[in-house]
C-alpha cells in the first residue's frame, strides 16, 4: 500500500490508495477524482486522462513515449512532464507520487 | 443520506458516469442502478476489437471496479425493467416488484439491428453488442475456420481484424459499393477496403444474404447473386437500433430515440435519458442528433447529473470515436455529415497513415486519423474553437499543425 496524490488545477488536492499494478487513470477514476475521464478505458486514444508529474518524480515515473506525446502535444496546457495517466503503472516505488491536473482535458 | 432516490435504469457507459457525476454534483440521496446484463457497466468497445481476440474476462473491462459503486453507495440490481408509471413515478421488474423513483434516468442503450433472413437461428450466428455475444463467439470460434461476417461497417470491419488475428478466414459481405459507406469519404473507404483485402479478408460489395443454411450449424451462406460461401461462424453487423420501447410505452416523445433537450431532459421533468438511446439537440452541428459512441454517453451523463442537482451543463462536448484494425488506430473527431470538401494529409493509398479532414463552407467539422493521434488531437481542438485552417497548408505534411492552430481563422474573432 502507498498513496498517489492528484492535484486539481484549482489546489485540491485528492490522496488515494497505490494499487500495485493499476494505471494512475484506473485509480484516479475508481477513486473519483475529478477532472480525469478515462473515456477509452485505457487505449490511448482519447486524450482525457492527462497529468502533469511533478518535477521531484518525473526521474522515477520515466518521460512520456512518443504516443502519448502525439496526444498531448496539442493541449494548450501540455508540459514538458505530461503524461498520459492511463499509461503510467502504479507500482511501491510512486509511494507519494504527487501529480497535477491540467485545468481542462481535451 | 438524503432521502430522494435516482433510478438509473440500463448498466452502461452513461450509467457508470452518472454515479460519478451525480455524486460530484453533490446528489446526496440513494442512486440505485438496474441492468439487465449481470456484470456492472464495462467498456464496450474493445469487445469487438482486443476482447473478441483475447482471453481477458469481463471484470478486466470494468469501467469502475465494484469498490466504487461501495464507496459511492450506488446500489446495483441484476433485471430487467418492464414498466414505467409516471403517475405512480415507479418502475416495474420483470419479477413484479416495483420500485419508487424521485428522478429516473434511462440508460437503454441500442439492440443490433435484426437481419430477417432464413436461418439466423442457426447455432454459430451471432450479433456482437454485449458481453453474451463475445462468450458465445468465443465458443463457436473452437473449431471454427471460416467466418462469414455480414456488413462493412465499424463493427463487421473490427471483427474481421480480430478473426484474422486468429487466423480465421474470413469474408466480409456488404450491400453497399464501399466500406464504411454511410460514416467516411471514399478515400477512407478505399483505405479500409485495401487493407483488409492485404490481410487477407475475402472482401465482397455490392451483394446481400439470401440465407444462412445448414441443419443445426451453420455451413453455407448463400448470397443473392446466388453465390454459396463455406461458413461455420457468421457474425451480423448492421447496425442498431435505440431501444426506445419503455420510453415510448410510458408516451415520452421518441423520434430516433428518446427525445431529449440540451440538458438529456425528456418532456416528464422527472425523467432524463443519456447514451444510445437519446435524441439530443446539438447547439454546435444545430440539429438533433443521436449519436451511438462513448464520448456523448459520457456528455450525456455530465448533463443529466448536472440538470439533476440543479447545476446548468449543457450538452457541448464535440464527439470523438475510435476503432482498431490490426495496426490501425483511427481516431476520428466531430461529424461529417453534411460535408462538402476532404483534404487528405497524407496518402491513404500507400502505407498506413493519413489524415482526411472535412470540411462544410470552409469549416473544418470532422476528422478521420489513422495511426495519426497527432492530426486527432489538432482536429479535436480546431473543431471545437470553430477553426478554419488553411486547406492547402493542412494537405502538406510538412506544415506544422500548431502553426495552423494560431493562423487559423475563426470567425467569430
Given at each position: 500500500m502507498g498513496t498517489i496524490t492528484f492535484v486539481e488545477h484549482d489546489g485540491t488536492s485528492h490522496d488515494v490508495d497505490l494499487v500495485d499494478g493499476e494505471s494512475l487513470m484506473e485509480l484516479a477514476t475508481s477513486n473519483g477524482v475529478p477532472g480525469i475521464d478515462g473515456d477509452c478505458g485505457g487505449e490511448a486514444a482519447c486524450g482525457t486522462c492527462h497529468v502533469i508529474v511533478d518535477d521531484a518524480w518525473i526521474a522515477t515515473t520515466g518521460t512520456r513515449s512518443d504516443e502519448e506525446t502525439q496526444m498531448i502535444e496539442m493541449s494548450p496546457e501540455c508540459a514538458p512532464n505530461s503524461r498520459l495517466s492511463c499509461q503510467l503503472k502504479a507500482r511501491s516505488e510512486l509511494d507519494g507520487l504527487r501529480v497535477h491536473l491540467p485545468e481542462f482535458q481535451m | 443520506m438524503g432521502t430522494q432516490r435516482v433510478v438509473i435504469v440500463g448498466a452502461s457507459h452513461a450509467s457508470a458516469q452518472l454515479c460519478v457525476s451525480l455524486r460530484r454534483d453533490g446528489w446526496d440521496g440513494e442512486i440505485l442502478l438496474i441492468g439487465d446484463e449481470p456484470s456492472l457497466p464495462y467498456h464496450r468497445p474493445p469487445l469487438s476489437k482486443t476482447f473478441l481476440a483475447g482471453t481477458t474476462t469481463i471484470e478486466d473491462l470494468h469501467i469502475r471496479k465494484p469498490e466504487f459503486y461501495e464507496k459511492e453507495q450506488v446500489a446495483f440490481r441484476h433485471a430487467r425493467v418492464t414498466r414505467i408509471s409516471r403517475e405512480a413515478r415507479t418502475v416495474t421488474l420483470d419479477d413484479g416488484e416495483e420500485l419508487g423513483y424521485d428522478k429516473l434516468v434511462l440508460c437503454l442503450g441500442a439492440r443490433p439491428r435484426p437481419l430477417s433472413i432464413p436461418g439466423m437461428e442457426l447455432a454459430g450466428v451471432h450479433y456482437l453488442r454485449d458481453a453474451a455475444d463475445i462468450t458465445a463467439i468465443r465458443d463457436s470460434l473452437a473449431g471454427a475456420s471460416r467466418a462469414v461476417i455480414v456488413?462493412?461497417?465499424?463493427?463487421?470491419?473490427?471483427?474481421?481484424?480480430?478473426?484474422?488475428?486468429?487466423?480465421?478466414?474470413?469474408?466480409?459481405?456488404?450491400?453497399a459499393?464501399?466500406?464504411?459507406?454511410?460514416?467516411?469519404?471514399?478515400?477512407?473507404?478505399?483505405?479500409?477496403?485495401?487493407?483488409?483485402?492485404?490481410?487477407?479478408?475475402?472482401?465482397?460489395?455490392?451483394?446481400?444474404?439470401?440465407?444462412?443454411?445448414?441443419?443445426?450449424?451453420?455451413?453455407?451462406?448463400?448470397?443473392?447473386d446466388?453465390?454459396?460461401?463455406?461458413?461455420?461462424?457468421?457474425?451480423?453487423?448492421?447496425?442498431?437500433?435505440?431501444?426506445?420501447?419503455?420510453?415510448?410505452?410510458?408516451?415520452?416523445?421518441?423520434?430516433?430515440?428518446?427525445?431529449?433537450?440540451?440538458?438529456?431532459?425528456?418532456?416528464?421533468?422527472?425523467?432524463?435519458?443519456?447514451?444510445?438511446?437519446?435524441?439530443?439537440?446539438?447547439?454546435?452541428?444545430?440539429?438533433?442528433?443521436?449519436?451511438?459512441?462513448?464520448?456523448?454517453?459520457v456528455e450525456h451523463a455530465?448533463?443529466?447529473?448536472?440538470?439533476?442537482?440543479?447545476?446548468?451543463?449543457?450538452?457541448?462536448?464535440?464527439?470523438?470515436?475510435?476503432?482498431?484494425?490490426?495496426?490501425?488506430?483511427?481516431?476520428?473527431?466531430?461529424?461529417?455529415?453534411?460535408?462538402?470538401?476532404?483534404?487528405?494529409?497524407?496518402?491513404?493509398?500507400?502505407?498506413?497513415?493519413?489524415?482526411?479532414?472535412?470540411?462544410?463552407?470552409?469549416?473544418?467539422?470532422?476528422?478521420?486519423?489513422?495511426?495519426?493521434?497527432?492530426?486527432?488531437?489538432?482536429?479535436?481542438?480546431?473543431?471545437?474553437?470553430?477553426?478554419?485552417?488553411?486547406?492547402?497548408?493542412?494537405?502538406?505534411?510538412?506544415?506544422?499543425?500548431?502553426?495552423?492552430?494560431?493562423?487559423?481563422?475563426?470567425?467569430?474573432?
Open positions: - | 456488413g462493412a461497417g465499424y463493427i463487421g470491419l473490427e471483427a474481421a481484424a480480430s478473426l484474422r488475428k486468429l487466423g480465421v478466414e474470413v469474408t466480409v459481405l456488404e450491400v459499393e464501399r466500406v464504411l459507406q454511410r460514416v467516411t469519404a471514399p478515400a477512407v473507404s478505399a483505405f479500409y477496403d485495401r487493407v483488409h483485402r492485404e490481410e487477407g479478408v475475402d472482401l465482397r460489395l455490392g451483394v446481400g444474404v439470401l440465407a444462412l443454411e445448414g441443419e443445426d450449424q451453420v455451413t453455407s451462406v448463400r448470397l443473392t446466388d453465390d454459396h460461401i463455406a461458413a461455420d461462424l457468421v457474425i451480423v453487423g448492421v447496425g442498431v437500433l435505440p431501444n426506445v420501447e419503455l420510453a415510448q410505452d410510458a408516451g415520452l416523445a421518441v423520434d430516433n430515440g428518446i427525445v431529449v433537450d440540451a440538458h438529456g431532459r425528456t418532456d416528464d421533468p422527472d425523467i432524463f435519458a443519456a447514451g444510445d438511446c437519446a435524441n439530443h439537440y446539438d447547439a454546435r452541428y444545430d440539429r438533433r442528433l443521436r449519436l451511438e459512441c462513448v464520448s456523448n454517453a455530465k448533463s443529466v447529473a448536472g440538470a439533476i442537482c440543479g447545476k446548468d451543463k449543457p450538452i457541448s462536448a464535440l464527439p470523438w470515436f475510435w476503432s482498431d484494425q490490426y495496426d490501425l488506430k483511427l481516431q476520428i473527431a466531430g461529424l461529417s455529415t453534411g460535408y462538402d470538401t476532404v483534404v487528405l494529409r497524407g496518402d491513404p493509398a500507400a502505407g498506413r497513415a493519413f489524415a482526411c479532414f472535412y470540411f462544410a463552407d470552409g469549416r473544418l467539422v470532422a476528422a478521420d486519423c489513422v495511426n495519426n493521434a497527432k492530426e486527432f488531437m489538432f482536429s479535436k481542438r480546431a473543431i471545437a474553437e470553430g477553426l478554419s485552417p488553411d486547406r492547402s497548408m493542412l494537405a502538406d505534411p510538412g506544415t506544422p499543425l500548431a502553426s495552423l492552430l494560431q493562423a487559423s481563422t475563426s470567425p467569430t474573432g
